[in-house]
């Protein structure tokens, strides 16, 4: 099988690119056509494992809630005994979420040309995680697809309660900025302008503060400064498109010090969550930690979960891989080894999986605690300054008249 990468757009006009494999790229091209797409680029990647430089534009991923709405729904449907094209026909044509509506579109197309249900999931977008053809993928080798899909609800609704919580931390801190911005905005387009004025009328010397806000003022009204900040965030928007500058923002955001621990922690429960889902749906413990490894692939839990996978192909045992790692509690360690040891892994990962929700919580909790106060002290002594300046200049006009 080889990998062909194409660009193109879908029959809502928005550009999109991925990868897909075929034996050649004929069939690689009926493929993507099949899709409802229009090509404008097809060429075959020279290695499997060569890099997505740009991610698609619009293809963006599913929301959580949505994706564990659509495979507690799956579930409920495989298990009454409705067949995956109709069952596919029904997402489509009911879900809320119109994503969800295109990509199980695409998935009933896939399924006409007589693929199975595990390789439409996969191939029809990259809207949904990659957990859902995995497990279909072994639920059509035990005759029970769909089943481990209410568990991997739950994984899915996990993982966007700690993205929620961590977003909430950061809402308070992100209005005192906003808040800043605005008033050296005031500052420099209402109030310094006029104290300049006041000064040079009377031949005095405009105060270094004036002048600096004075010179943003100008660079304000001439749209330098308006043109620099909108090429800075379209800079930062392509930016987060690339792969090599999303790790890097990925692996700075683990270095900081509160926040970086409680991203650690929370990345390394939804792994071994995953980890879990697959386990106990039947997947090999070799192939499953490769696979978590895909989840969160610029994280260093994925050296870790891949060096485990190649342990158990190389005959040792994955906790070796795992206890090389500084990052993961001592007590996720030990529960581990006692699993791989007894092989009963995929029960004792509900344990671990409990213990880290707990430390993610009391993480979360005193990141909140001492995140607030000290960008609360930072941003307001910021502003604190701006105003104390500003204020004794506006007191040092009393002086002009005398």
Same mark, same amino acid.
């Given at each position: 099988?080889?990998?062909f990468?194409?660009k193109?757009?879908?029959?809502?006009?928005?550009?999109?690119t991925?990868?897909?494999?075929?034996?050649?790229?004929?069939?690689?091209?009926?493929?993507?056509?099949?899709?409802?797409m229009?090509?404008?680029?097809?060429?075959?990647? #020279?290695?499997?494992?060569?890099?997505?430089?740009?991610?698609s534009?619009k293809a963006?991923q599913?929301?959580?809630?949505?994706?564990?709405?659509?495979?507690?729904?799956?579930?409920?449907?495989f298990?009454?005994?409705i067949?995956?094209p109709r069952?596919?026909?029904?997402i489509?044509?009911t879900?809320?979420?119109?994503s969800?509506?295109?990509?199980f579109?695409?998935?009933?197309l896939?399924?006409?040309e007589?693929?199975?249900?595990?390789f439409?999931m996969e191939?029809?977008?990259?809207?949904?995680?990659?957990?859902?053809s995995?497990?279909?993928?072994?639920g059509?080798?035990f005759g029970?697809?769909?089943?481990?899909?209410?568990?991997?609800?739950?994984?899915?609704?996990?993982?966007?309660?700690?993205?929620?919580?961590?977003?909430?931390?950061?809402?308070?801190p @992100?209005?005192?900025?906003?808040?800043?911005?605005?008033?050296?905005l005031?500052?420099a387009?209402f109030?310094?302008?006029?104290?300049?004025t006041?000064?040079?009328?009377?031949?005095?010397?405009?105060?270094?503060?004036?002048?600096?806000?004075?010179?943003?003022g100008?660079?304000?009204h001439?749209g330098?400064l308006?043109?620099?900040?909108?090429?800075?965030?379209?800079?930062?928007y392509?930016?987060?498109r690339?792969?090599?500058m999303?790790n890097l923002?990925?692996?700075?955001?683990?270095?900081?010090?509160?926040i970086?621990?409680?991203?650690? @922690?929370?990345?390394? #429960?939804?792994?071994?969550?995953?980890?879990?889902?697959m386990?106990?749906a039947?997947?090999?413990?070799?192939v499953?930690l490769?696979?978590?490894?895909?989840?969160?692939?610029t994280?260093?839990?994925?050296?870790?979960?891949?060096?485990?996978?190649?342990?158990?192909?190389a005959?040792?045992?994955?906790?070796?891989?795992f206890?090389?790692s500084r990052d993961i509690?001592p007590?996720v360690?030990?529960?581990?080894?006692?699993?791989?040891?007894?092989?009963?892994?995929?029960?004792?990962?509900d344990?671990i999986?409990e213990?880290?929700?707990n430390l993610?919580?009391k993480r979360?909790?005193q990141?909140?605690?001492?995140?607030?106060?000290?960008?609360?002290?930072?941003?307001?002594?910021?502003?604190?300054?701006?105003v104390a300046?500003?204020m004794?200049?506006?007191?040092?006009v009393?002086?002009?008249a005398f």
């Open positions: 099988m080889l990998k990468r194409f193109g757009y879908t029959q809502q006009g928005d550009y999109e991925g990868e897909v494999s075929a034996e050649t790229e004929a069939s690689a091209y009926a493929q993507i056509v099949t899709l409802g229009t090509l404008t680029e097809l060429k075959q990647v #020279s290695s499997i494992n060569e890099p997505v430089l740009l991610r534009w963006k599913i929301a959580a809630e949505a994706q564990a709405e659509t495979a507690e729904q799956l579930s409920a449907m298990s009454a005994g067949p995956a069952a596919v026909e029904i489509a044509e879900a809320a979420d119109p969800v509506r295109a990509h579109h695409r998935v009933s896939l399924l006409a007589g693929n199975t249900f595990a439409s191939n029809a977008s990259r809207g949904f995680s990659p957990l859902f995995i497990l279909a993928a072994v059509e080798d029970a697809i769909g089943a481990q899909y209410p568990m991997l609800a739950r994984l899915l609704r996990t993982q966007d309660k700690y993205r929620a919580q961590i977003k909430s931390a950061m809402i308070y @992100a209005i005192l900025l906003i808040g800043a911005l605005l008033l050296i005031f500052m387009l109030l310094a302008p006029r104290l300049e006041i000064f040079e009328s009377v031949s005095r010397p405009v105060p270094a503060s004036i002048t600096i806000f004075g010179r943003i100008d660079l304000w001439q330098i308006p043109i620099a900040m909108a090429v800075g965030i379209m800079s930062l392509y930016l987060s690339v792969d090599a999303r923002a990925d692996r700075t955001v683990l270095r900081l010090p509160v970086g621990p409680l991203v650690k @922690a929370s990345t390394l #429960s939804v792994m071994m969550r995953a980890l879990q889902v386990l106990t039947g997947v090999p413990m070799a499953a490769a696979r978590t490894a895909t989840i969160f692939p994280s260093t839990f994925s050296l870790t979960f891949q060096a485990a996978a190649e342990n158990l192909q005959g040792e045992t994955a906790q070796a891989a206890s090389n509690p007590i360690l030990e529960l581990f080894r006692i699993g791989e040891e007894t092989n009963t892994l995929s029960s004792i990962l344990s999986c213990s880290l929700g993610v919580e979360l909790q990141a909140m605690a001492l995140l607030t106060p000290v960008l609360t002290l930072i941003i307001g002594g910021t502003i604190a300054l701006l300046s500003i004794g200049t506006v007191l040092s009393n002086d002009l």
